[in-house]
C-alpha cells in the first residue's frame, strides 16, 4: 500500500485555470506538508499543518491555498496559473513535528502551465 | 539565518568507487541533520539521520558524521553502485515547530 499518495501525477494546464492537487496518507500521521521542487531540484516548502492547523505557511502568492479536510488528507488549490508555477509539487507526512521527525514524501505531482 | 550547502553536482563515478558529498550548514543552536535521497521519478526519502554532536548516521552503506566544531556532515560510501544513482539532500531541523531547510541537492551518476 502507498504510504503517501499524490493526484494526479502529471497536470498540464493553460495559464489562468485554477487546478488542485490531492495528497493522502495512510501512516496514521499528524503532520502533512507541502513542497515546491523547481527545475533545479531546489526544494522549498510552502504550507505545513499539524492535526489539521496550519502551522507553517511559507511566503507563496496567495493563489496557492492549502486545504485539510481531515489528519489523512492535504490537498493545495492554486488560482490563476501562471508559468512560473510549473514546478514538481511534493507532499508530506510525519508524526509529530520534532527536530529529529522523518518526514515521508509522496511521488510528486508535476506540473506544467502552458 | 539557518542555511545548508553542498558540493555541486553532477557527480559521475565509477561502480565500486568511493563517494563523497560535502555538506556543511549554519544554524544556531544544535540542529538535527539529515540525508535524505530522491531516484528517478520518485519523492524523497530519509538514508540517513543524526540528532546530536559526534553522531553517526548509517544505512545501506551510507555514514554521515555530525561535526560541530566543522559544522559539517558530509556523506561518504565506501563502494557505489548503479543503483545509487540519485539526487542527494543535506538537511537540517532546529528545533520544534520549525521548517526542514534542504540544501540544493546533489545530483550522483554512477556508471557501470
Known amino acids: 500500500d502507498t504510504a503517501v499518495s499524490q493526484t494526479p501525477k502529471y497536470l498540464v494546464t493553460q495559464m489562468g485555470n485554477d487546478k488542485s492537487i490531492k495528497c493522502e496518507q495512510n501512516?496514521?500521521?499528524?503532520?502533512m506538508y507541502w513542497y515546491k521542487q523547481d527545475s533545479k531540484k531546489f526544494l522549498k516548502i510552502m504550507f505545513s499543518?499539524?492535526?489539521?492547523?496550519?502551522?507553517i505557511n511559507e511566503t507563496v502568492p496567495n493563489r496557492f491555498s492549502p486545504k485539510s479536510p481531515d489528519k489523512a488528507h492535504l490537498n493545495l488549490h492554486i488560482n490563476s496559473l501562471e508559468l512560473g508555477d510549473s514546478a514538481v509539487y511534493f507532499c508530506?507526512?510525519?508524526?509529530?513535528?520534532?527536530?529529529?521527525?522523518?518526514?515521508?514524501f509522496g511521488p510528486g505531482t508535476r506540473l506544467t502551465v502552458t | 539565518g539557518n542555511s545548508v550547502t553542498q558540493m555541486e553536482g553532477p557527480v559521475t563515478l565509477s561502480e565500486e568507487a568511493f563517494l563523497t558529498i560535502n555538506c556543511t550548514y549554519t544554524?544556531?543552536?544544535?540542529?538535527?541533520l539529515f540525508w535524505y535521497v530522491q531516484y528517478p521519478g520518485e519523492g524523497l526519502q530519509l538514508l540517513l539521520k543524526?540528532?546530536?554532536?559526534?553522531d553517526k548516521g548509517s544505512n545501506k552503506g551510507f555514514e554521515a558524521t555530525y561535526r560541530k566544531e566543522t559544522t559539517s556532515f558530509h556523506l561518504e560510501k565506501g563502494s557505489v553502485q548503479v543503483s545509487d544513482s540519485a539526487v542527494y539532500f543535506c538537511?537540517?531541523?532546529?528545533?520544534?515547530?520549525?521548517?526542514?531547510?534542504f540544501g540544493p541537492g546533489t545530483s550522483l551518476s554512477v556508471i557501470p
Open positions: 508530506a507526512s510525519s508524526q509529530g513535528f520534532g527536530p529529529s521527525t522523518e518526514q515521508y
Open positions: 501512516l496514521g500521521h499528524d503532520t
Open positions: 499543518y499539524n492535526n489539521k492547523e496550519l502551522i
Open positions: 544554524a544556531t543552536g544544535y540542529p538535527s
Open positions: 543524526a540528532t546530536k554532536a559526534d
Open positions: 538537511a537540517l531541523a532546529r528545533a520544534s515547530y520549525d521548517k526542514v531547510i
